[in-house]
C-alpha cells in the first residue's frame, strides 16, 4: 500500500515539468561545480605530485561537491515536497486516501518512500559524476560511499521536514517556504553559539553531515538524522489525524 | 433481497467549537435500500457524509458499516465503502485508467482483478470509451462519472453519492439516475441532493436534516401521510371569491394566481372536491379542471424546515 502511493507520487512528479526542471538545473549546476574541482585538480597537477602526503584526487572533489550539493538540494526540496499534501487538500483529493482502507501512517510512509524515491534518482545522477572519474583513475570508495550516505540521510530529513510543512497548509507555497525556512534554519543553527560546543551546534544539520564527507561515519550522527525523519514523520501522521478529528 | 443492515448510525454529533453541525442523529439502512438525504444548505448533510464516509471523526456517537465500527476498526470499514464527496477527489494529470487502477489498488482489489474491476466500474458509468484521456480534460458530465466509478469500484457494501447529479446534463443525469436505482438494488446508497425530484424518482427511504438535526426519515409511499395539508388544483373561466371557498369544510387555505386558478388546501381525508363543484355549478363559475395534487415532497420539505420555498424551487 505504501507501494502504491509512492509510486504515484513519483508519477505525479514526472507528469508535470517541475521534476524534469529540477533534475536539469540542479545536474547542470552541479556538473559545473564539479568541472570547476576537475580544473583545480589540473592546475595545481604538477605541485600535488610533489607532495609527501597528497590529498587524492576523491577527497579534492567528493567532499567539496556533495557539501555543495547539499546546499542546492536545501533550496530545491521544498519545492518537490510543497504539493504533497497542500495540493491534495487544495484539490480535495485527500477524501479519495482517508476513504479508503488504508491508515495515516500508510499515506504519510507512501508520501515520504515517493519523495525519496525520487531525492534518490537525483543522488544517483549526481553520483555518476565522480564516477565518471574512474574512466581514467581511481576513486576512493570508502569516503565516496560514506558523503553518499551523508547526503542520502540528509535528503530523507529535508523530505520528511517538508512533508511535515505540507501537512500544515492548503498553499504549496507557503509549505515551500516554510520547509525552506526550518531547513536552513536548521542548517546556520550552529552560527548563533561562540563555541562549537552549544546545544544549538549540536542540533545543527550540518554538524552531523560534515563528518560524512570527511569519511567519518558516527554512528551517533545518523542516529541524529534517524530521529530527526521520524519525529517530522510522526508529527505528520498526528497533523493529519487532527484534520480528521478536529475542524 | 437480504435486508441486513449495513449502516447503523447512532447517535452522531459534531461539533466545530459551539456550533453543532450534527446533532444526535441515528438512522440505519438496509441492503438493497436508496436513501435520498435532503436538507437546506448548511443543515449538516455533508458534515454527516463525511462522518459516515471516514472523513471527519464523530464528537460523540457510533458509525457502524456492515458490521464494522468505523472508528474501532476503520480498515475493515472502509473496505466496505465507497465515497464520492461534493468534488469528486480526480487526479487530473492522470488518466481514467491509471486514476481507477490506483483507486482499485487503495482498496486492496488483488492485483489480477484490478483490470476486471476497472472495466465493471468504466461500464457501469459509462466510461468504455474515456479510458484513455485526461481527467483534466474531461467535461464535468464525465468527471463526475470517473469520481463515481471511483465509489463503486471496489464493489462496497455501502455507496455515498454527495450530490452526484450537479453540474451534469440532463441525459446524463437521467443516466446517472438509472445507475443509482441499479446500484440500490444490490448495495446500500445514500444520496445527498437537493433536487427534490431527484429524490421521489430514485430512493425508496428519504430523509431530512435540518438545523443538525433529523427531521423526517420515511419511506416514499408513507410521505403522503407525513404532509399535513392536502391540495386540490382547480381552474375556472370565471374566477370566483377564494373567500367563499375558503369557508368549505375542512379547507385551511386558498391561493389564487389571479388568472382562475386556485389552489385549495385542505384536511387530509377531507376532500371538498364535490363541495366545490356543487358550488362551481350553483355560481356559474365555469370549472373546467380539479385534479389532486400529488403529496409533494417539496411541500413536507417546506413544512419541516420552516424555510423558504425559494430554496427548494431553485435547486429544480
Known amino acids: 500500500m505504501i507501494f502504491t502511493i509512492a509510486t504515484r507520487e513519483l508519477r505525479a512528479l514526472f507528469l508535470s515539468p517541475l521534476a524534469w526542471t529540477i533534475l536539469a538545473v540542479v545536474q547542470v549546476i552541479l556538473a559545473f561545480l564539479f568541472l570547476g574541482r576537475i580544473e583545480l585538480v589540473q592546475l595545481y597537477q604538477a605541485r600535488l605530485a610533489a607532495m609527501e602526503s597528497a590529498p587524492g584526487i576523491t577527497e579534492i572533489i567528493v567532499p567539496d561537491l556533495l557539501g555543495n550539493a547539499a546546499i542546492v538540494l536545501l533550496l530545491v526540496t521544498p519545492l518537490l515536497t510543497m504539493r504533497l499534501v497542500a495540493e491534495e487538500r487544495r484539490n480535495r483529493t485527500l477524501a479519495l486516501l482517508f476513504s479508503a482502507p488504508i491508515s495515516m501512517t500508510e499515506i504519510v510512509l507512501g508520501k515520504f518512500a515517493g519523495i525519496l524515491l525520487f531525492l534518490l534518482l537525483l543522488l544517483a545522477m549526481l553520483a555518476l559524476m565522480p564516477l565518471s572519474l574512474l574512466l581514467g583513475g581511481a576513486l576512493d570508495w570508502g569516503l565516496f560511499f560514506s558523503g553518499l550516505l551523508g547526503l542520502a540521510l540528509l535528503l530523507a530529513g529535508f523530505a520528511a521536514v517538508g512533508l511535515f510543512m505540507s501537512t500544515l497548509t492548503q498553499h504549496p507555497a507557503v509549505a515551500a517556504i516554510a520547509t525552506f525556512g526550518a531547513l536552513l534554519l536548521f542548517w546556520i543553527l550552529d552560527w548563533s553559539g561562540q563555541g562549537g560546543a552549544t546545544v544549538f551546534a549540536y542540533l545543527s544539520l550540518f554538524n552531523h553531515y560534515k563528518p560524512f564527507l570527511e569519511g567519518v561515519f558516527d554512528s551517533a550522527d545518523a542516529v541524529y538524522h534517524a530521529l530527526l525523519i521520524t519525529t517530522f514523520l510522526v508529527l505528520s501522521i498526528r497533523r493529519l489525524d487532527v484534520d480528521r478529528l478536529g475542524g | ?316
Open chain 2, 1 to 316: 433481497m437480504s435486508d441486513a443492515v449495513l449502516v447503523e448510525v447512532s447517535h452522531v454529533s459534531r461539533f466545530y467549537g459551539a456550533l453543532a453541525a450534527v446533532r444526535d442523529v441515528s438512522f440505519t439502512i438496509h441492503r438493497g435500500e436508496v436513501l435520498g438525504f435532503l436538507g437546506p444548505n448548511g443543515a449538516g448533510k455533508t458534515t454527516t457524509m463525511q462522518i459516515i464516509s471516514g472523513n471527519l471523526a464523530p464528537s460523540s456517537g457510533s458509525v457502524t458499516i456492515a458490521g464494522h465500527d468505523l472508528l474501532a476498526d476503520p480498515r475493515a470499514a472502509k473496505a466496505e465503502l465507497g465515497y464520492l464527496p461534493e468534488s469528486p477527489p480526480l487526479y487530473r494529470e492522470l488518466t481514467v485508467d491509471e486514476y481507477l487502477d490506483y483507486c482499485a489498488a487503495l482498496n486492496r482489489i488483488p492485483r489480477g482483478q484490478r483490470a476486471q474491476a476497472r472495466a465493471t466500474a468504466k461500464e457501469k458509468c459509462g466510461l468504455h470509451d474515456a479510458g484513455r484521456r485526461l481527467i483534466g480534460n474531461l467535461s464535468k458530465g464525465f468527471q463526475q462519472r470517473v469520481g463515481i466509478a471511483q465509489a463503486i469500484i471496489h464493489m462496497p457494501a455501502v455507496v455515498i453519492l454527495d450530490e452526484p447529479t450537479v453540474g451534469l446534463d440532463p441525459i446524463q443525469i437521467r443516466e446517472i439516475r438509472a445507475l443509482i436505482r441499479e446500484l440500490g438494488k444490490t448495495h446500500g446508497v445514500i444520496l445527498s441532493t437537493h433536487i427534490l425530484p431527484e429524490v421521489q424518482a430514485v430512493c425508496d427511504h428519504v430523509q431530512i436534516i435540518h438545523k443538525g438535526a433529523l427531521v423526517l426519515h420515511e419511506r416514499i409511499e408513507g410521505l403522503a401521510r407525513r404532509v399535513k395539508s392536502a391540495t386540490l388544483a382547480v381552474a375556472f373561466r370565471a374566477a370566483p371569491d377564494p373567500a367563499l371557498i375558503e369557508r368549505l369544510p375542512g379547507v385551511h387555505k386558498v391561493e389564487s394566481d389571479g388568472a382562475g386558478r386556485l389552489r385549495v388546501f385542505h384536511e387530509p381525508g377531507q376532500d371538498p372536491a364535490e363541495a366545490i363543484v356543487r358550488l362551481a355549478a350553483e355560481k356559474c363559475w365555469g370549472i373546467y379542471e380539479i385534479a389532486p395534487e400529488r403529496a409533494s415532497l417539496e411541500q413536507l420539505f417546506v413544512e419541516l424546515t420552516g424555510g423558504e420555498p425559494a430554496a427548494a424551487e431553485a435547486a429544480t
